[in-house]
């Protein structure tokens, strides 16, 4: 990831606060440090929440054929499990921590919250981006 889009990232999290109300961004955003191992979801789960790396890396695998398979690695600002809170599907793949990270909730409440601020055709284009993706699988 650029470290452009990693700055985007960070600042979005950053302004996901509700300063409107006045609410500390800490009490909005939910952080998790986990240890090298630990799962954050697995494949077929139902998903509520996205997640940002705030540190450490995460491992994305799939089942595939019997085997677990390694789709990715993510790293410091990305993001993962984001196509849960677009489609309501099942989890797609399982999420583990690699070596220790730290990250950063998402939660459906907050996602649909900043959606319906959002122009029509922007969350079209989200819904299509994400059924391509599925349907890719």
């Known amino acids: 990831m650029s470290d452009v889009r990693k700055i985007a990232v960070m600042m979005a999290i950053r302004n996901a606060a509700n300063f409107e109300t006045g609410q500390a961004m800490a009490d909005i955003l ?10 954050i979801f697995r494949e077929g789960e139902a998903g509520s929440s996205a997640y940002v790396v705030q540190a450490g890396e995460v491992i994305i695998t799939k ?12 790293g410091v600002g990305g993001i993962f499990g984001e196509m849960a809170l677009i489609d309501d599907l099942p989890r797609m ?3 583990k921590v690699k070596i220790g990270a730290t990250i950063v909730t998402i939660s459906k409440a907050m996602y649909q919250d900043k959606l319906k601020k ?3 055709f922007i969350r079209a284009l989200l819904r299509i981006m994400v ?7």
């Not at 939910?30 to 799962?39: M, V």
């Not at 089942?63 to 993510?74: A, N, P």
């Open 63 to 74: 089942l595939i054929d019997g085997e677990e398979v390694v789709l990715g690695t993510i």
């Open 118 to 120: 959002t122009d029509p």
């Open 131 to 137: 059924e391509t993706v599925r349907s890719s699988k």
């Open 93 to 95: 793949a399982t999420a």
């Open 30 to 39: 939910e952080r998790r440090t986990l240890k090298g191992g630990d799962t």
